[in-house]
């Protein structure tokens, strides 16, 4: 489904095979990286109009959708100022919608937090409820083990391996701890041990 063609294994997204249907999968899911993705010499509207038509949204429904979208991060002032001179969270914010733009079944967000302040982090995960609440399953990788409290599902990777696959609760259970934090820190220190 990306730029490299698995070696070995196979896989799924939203259904469909990822090397055999990789361009149905790209049709159905959205991707927010780490670093800024959006334009910064655009307006944020401008930057709402082309990710909507790259995405293939009918220009009826850009208008209207961007309308609502401005208006719920509350940027509809802000829509014609330059990308490149928002807040770090208020970029991120508009990233995170952008990639969502187009109603994905499926949306990657790579390390979306990192950098910005509590409070944003608080509202961005508000973002993301609401999208999941839309139907939208959301994959969050993240260095911030909080985060993975608010998460249905988590997946813990150490050394380039799944080492734990559980709710929070679950795995909070199964390794006696009372954190995710708790929880990464025994399975990292296992991983060591192996060495």
């Not at 100022?81 to 949306?107: C, D, N």
């Not at 939208?136 to 083990?145: G, S």
């Amino acid at each position: 489904c990306g730029l490299s063609r698995p070696t070995s294994g196979g896989g799924s997204v939203a259904g469909f095979d990822i090397i055999k249907e990789a361009e149905k999968i790209k049709r159905r899911i959205g991707y927010m990286s780490q670093k800024f993705s959006l334009y910064e010499d655009l307006t944020v509207l401008e930057n709402i109009r082309l990710f909507g038509g790259i995405y293939g949204v009918p220009d009826k429904e850009i208008k209207r959708r961007g309308e609502e979208l401005l208006r719920r991060l509350d940027f509809y002032d802000e829509r014609n100022r330059r990308v490149k001179s928002l807040p770090l969270g208020w970029k991120q914010k508009l990233a995170f919608s952008t990639a969502i733009f187009h109603r994905p079944e499926v949306v990657f967000l790579d390390e979306p937090t990192g950098g910005v302040s509590p409070e944003t982090r608080r509202q961005f995960w508000e973002l993301i409820y609401r999208a999941a609440a839309d139907g939208i399953t959301i994959f969050v990788t993240t260095h911030y083990m909080d985060e993975a409290e608010y998460c249905n599902r988590v997946s813990i990777m150490v050394d380039g391996r799944i080492e734990a696959l559980d709710t929070p609760e679950n795995l909070r259970e199964r390794f006696s701890a009372d954190s995710m934090d708790a929880v990464f820190y025994l399975l990292a220190r296992r991983a060591k041990r192996q060495e």
